[in-house]
């Protein structure tokens, strides 16, 4: 089998698997679409109110938020795209026009319509087309490559490694709460567990080295051993940060290389990010299979905000929704106190950063457009209450039905399970949304 036929098939299971989301709405049977929110051309996709992951007014008492950090300054006039972000659309201008020396950063929490990396991997191929490919950002350490992909790495893992926390996803919080950026910890089973991450050259434009740092915390008998393209390295004498996590960097001459991590007893992968010392676009994909946006305000708090604030991020990305449309009778108010939370702690980890709430997409199931149009008003009453722009998922895909739509045609942009999209299908949803991002001149 080629490497192309590989990944053709790799992304086929995680398409036929549901991306662990179908187990978690298993009860609601696929049929016509009935929604609420009518269709829409681009320039009505995006909502564009002036954001910034600043403090936001006082809420109303039915959607209490946590306190937020202090407004950063305005940034200058820019020309605007067709989303109101004026920080992003700066950097992003700055970067085109050879003035910016550093990468822009896009941090994009989701479900599992961002976990396979297809949507955020077709946002990202078409930014760095125009402003270069920064590195893959982050990515899970430990994954094995059947669960997980990211686009511009090659993954293997050998023996066995759990994902915690148990249950997973929850919105409870387990344990300690503390999971890294990823929102997850990766810890191995038993034996000398193994995990290797190649970045192709597909992921970085006109570098000359790459950064890796990887983040772990090596718990009472753990041992972590890493290298980059050269002889291991143990790491347990790394300092501790917030909540005891550690972080190891090296760095690699040349576009590509390779990172081999191999532990002993039980330490806690908390993923790495990659970089070249090229300027361009780096998009951090940070989906979980069945997330809702209560999962991730189920972590840490501290620990979480301090991982965030280590990538100085530049946009701020949240796209939930499907998952909570299996709630059968959901309140507005309460989708918009989960989003308030998760965006006054983004807004402490990233204060000049812009922001994004991207509303659902199609969901086959007459049941489900009613509760995906009061998700959306309580997840767009969030981000009017941070400054944040809004983008319509369902109103990019043609509006109510277009899941059902997607199905029938040849080939199709919907999976069969009416809840995902086949890869030319989230091809086609991030180019619409890339389009979207970029400032006009």
Known sequence: MTPAQRQAAEIALLIATGLGVATC?????????????????????ASSPAPSLSAPPAPSSAAPVESAAPPAPPAAPTPKGALSL?????????????????????????????????WTGAVRASLSKRLGAGGPGFVHVGWAENKYRHDGVRLETQEKWSVLPVPYPTTKRVGDGVYGLGGVRLVPSGGDARSTIEVLASATHKSTKLTWELAYRTGEDGKVRAAVDGEPKELTDEPKGAAGVRHHRFVSHGSTGK????????????????????????????????ARVATWTARDDGAWVDELSRRRADLIVLAFGTNESSDVAPKS?????????????????????????ILPMDRAGAEFGPRLAVISEGLSAAAKRHGCATWSALS????????????????????????????????????????DLVVER
């Open 333 to 357: 108010e309460r989708y918009e106190a989960e989003a308030d939370k998760l965006l006054s702690r983004a807004a402490r980890g990233a204060p000049s950063a812009d922001c994004l709430v």
């Open 396 to 435: 990019a895909m043609g509006g109510p039905g277009s899941m059902s739509a997607w199905k029938r045609e040849s080939p199709p942009r919907a999976a069969p399970d009416g809840i995902h999209l086949t890869p030319k299908g989230y091809q086609y949803l991030g180019e619409r949304l890339a389009r």
């Open 25 to 45: 709405m298993a009860r609601q049977p696929p049929a016509p679409t009935v929604a609420t929110v009518a269709p829409a051309s681009s320039a009505a996709v």
């Open 259 to 290: 990172l081999t991590v191999t532990t002993s007893g039980r330490p806690e992968l908390l993923g790495v990010v990659i970089e070249g010392d090229a300027p361009g676009v780096v998009l951090d994909t940070l989906g979980l299979n069945g």
């Open 86 to 118: 004026p920080r992003f659309h700066a950097a992003e201008l700055a970067l085109a026009e050879g003035t910016r020396k550093d990468h822009v950063r896009i941090v994009w929490l989701g479900d599992s319509h961002t976990a396979a990396d297809l």
